[in-house]
DNA sequence: TTGAAAGCGGTACCAT
DNA sequence: ATGGTACCGCTTTCAA
């Protein structure tokens, strides 16, 4: 009989030591070639033999105890709830992955769907990450935060419209997204602005505080501003039209280029004209807007380089003691097209 | 003075050796009330005392040392590393992760935006998952494959449309949705059938197999199908719809709902009717298609659930002497609205 | 140039 | 009902 098909079944897993064996050397001669450690000088032909028994034994080092043995790891550890979608968005995190890599630091991303709070943080803080990167998904407490840093984290930072005690924050600034909205729609001439705001859960976070900025844009001005509840359904939107004309809205921010469409749809199936009768804008600056007729107006979010978050993350890994700090994230204006 | 205002900065990460003298126990009994460990009876003063320890020292067991000790973790690990976009996917990766977490597994995205092959298997194999789930960002060489195994991976999955020796694979077949799409149009009469292939990278392994299959569909017949690349982007389109009338086509695969909306609107714009001059199909059901006028036909991708994917995985986990499987992990079939 | 051994933070067996 | 202790795989002094 020659070796079974099956695959390696039951062969233990090779450790430094079974190398270290097959070469004829001590472990720690093997973790001096295999880590070209500068200190120390191993002769060539030790070298060969040390390489050549890893290779054959497909021998690979046990990440959780180097980092046990080393009192610390570069991991950073982003929590993933949903996975984000939108180009800005995805963008923006391929950015981050890859600044984050260039300097070294391994990338994990943890599954948090239906994780809570501070049970969320006790579970990232079991990995023992040496940074946290929340980006908004799973909310994070002032005691998230602490056991978080109690158990090693040098820096949590969060990504997201709020502020959190303890945290570098970058700050996404989306009142201002529904300010410049509504002020263009003002401007434009339109009193009675309704402001869509997203059935779906989730996206309280971010429409919460565009409709509180499209309520900023109207202060002082004789317009004002009217919640309009929507699902991302034909029917809801089609609700919606239907009690358009006894609504008395001339102009409306839609939330974003996706809602935007679903609405303008709806508006132009029930008769009523855009932009005549009512002004729309979207954000995000989607191609679809473009492809719409009338082509859409909309609010362009730029947002902040990922490899100004990757500095970031790495300065404040290196001086844990400084102050955290607060930086805007994006800056948003609008992009006036044939829609308003 | 009190306590410095700086957070716990250097004072060091407290151990179950810490909670131990803190409530002056020794640390088996640590370990015994915080696992709540059934073998072993702990009297109930000697528990709150351990458990207020830990509580007030914000003790956060360790993961790397106990899975070192353990021999074994259950950490499932998903290769990412461009986020994959689409509510379909994203809707898929969802469940996938709910339901591995139900089944208590730990799911960790491990950034590999960069990595190739196996480089990337390595990096993998140093965390010691217990499965790789392949989404098909980071193409898994059958040496790559190896390499997880013999570092002690239970189970390696690829979901994509190739198939790897030595995985479980759930194969996507993409090549249907181009077969049945094509199918379609030539049912409708239409015989100079153009398909769209992205010039974006990463759509490749999609791509290729959808022309594939919508060449096999005009086999035996005397339609002829013809590729169109085509960018994102509406330059690309325009140009495109310029040259359409010499090419003589009469219907088109669009890749999917979003290059059909793309490719429609340079059409209309371009004086080429949809459907009378030119049918189009996309693929998705995206809400948009519903949205287009004409109403956009597509194809309807029903993928299979996460949760049949996870119980695969811990299938796989517990049994990894059973033979590989091939599964199919899509049903698509058209849906015919306005546009064909 | 190389090897022996301590120790990172847990867990679980064996005593007491 | 608890405590002592060996050990998981690796790195890193210290000695030889």
Redesign the interface.
Same mark, same amino acid.
């Given at each position: 009989m020659s070796q079974s098909p099956?695959? &390696?079944?039951e062969?233990p897993? /090779?450790t430094s030591a079974d190398v270290a064996r097959l070469a004829g050397v001590s472990r720690a001669t093997v973790s001096y070639v295999l880590n070209n450690t500068a200190a120390v000088r191993i002769s060539e032909p030790t070298r060969r033999r040390v390489r050549e028994a890893a290779e054959e034994l #497909?021998y =690979? @080092?046990?990440?959780?105890?180097r +980092?046990?043995r080393a009192g610390h +790891?570069r991991m950073v550890l982003l929590p &993933?709830a949903?996975? @984000?979608? %939108? /180009?800005l *968005? &995805?963008r923006f995190?391929?950015e981050l992955?890859?600044a !984050?890599?260039r300097l070294d630091y391994? =990338?994990?991303? *943890? #599954?948090s769907?239906?994780l809570e709070g501070d049970e969320a943080a006790?579970a990232w803080?079991? !990995?023992?990450p040496v940074a946290v990167v929340s980006l908004g998904e799973v909310q994070l407490t002032p005691r998230g935060v602490?056991?978080l840093?109690? +158990? %090693?984290a040098k820096a949590v930072i969060t990504v997201g419209p709020q502020r959190i005690e %303890?945290t570098h924050a970058l700050v996404m600034d989306q009142a201002r997204v529904g300010r410049v909205a509504v002020a263009h729609l003002v401007e434009r001439g339109r009193r009675r602005i309704g402001v869509v705001v997203p059935e779906e859960p989730g996206l309280e976070l971010f429409s919460g505080p565009r409709l509180e900025g499209a309520r900023q844009a109207v202060e002082d001005t004789d317009a004002t501003v009217v919640p309009l509840p929507l699902r *991302?359904?034909?029917e809801s939107a089609t609700e919606l039209a239907a009690r358009w004309r006894e609504s008395g809205l001339d102009g409306v921010f839609a939330y974003n280029d996706?809602y935007a469409? !679903?609405l303008m749809?709806a508006l132009q199936d029930a008769g009523v004209s855009v932009p005549d009768e009512t002004a729309i804008v979207g954000s995000d600056d989607l $191609? $679809?807007g473009?492809?719409l007729r009338p082509r859409l107006s909309t609010v362009r979010i730029d947002m902040v380089l990922g490899e100004e978050l990757a500095e970031l993350v790495d300065r404040a890994v290196r001086d844990?003691?400084a102050v955290p700090s607060t930086r805007d994230l994006m800056a948003s204006r609008v992009v006036p097209r044939e829609s308003s």
């Open positions: 099956r695959q &390696s079944a062969r897993v /090779p #497909g =690979v @080092p046990h990440a959780a105890a +980092s046990l +790891s &993933s949903h996975v @984000p979608v %939108g /180009p *968005y &995805s995190f391929d992955q890859w !984050l890599r391994t =990338v994990v991303q *943890y #599954g769907l239906g006790r803080a079991e !990995l023992r602490k056991i840093k109690r +158990s %090693g %303890g *991302y359904e034909e996706e469409m !679903l749809r $191609l $679809l473009r492809l844990p003691e």
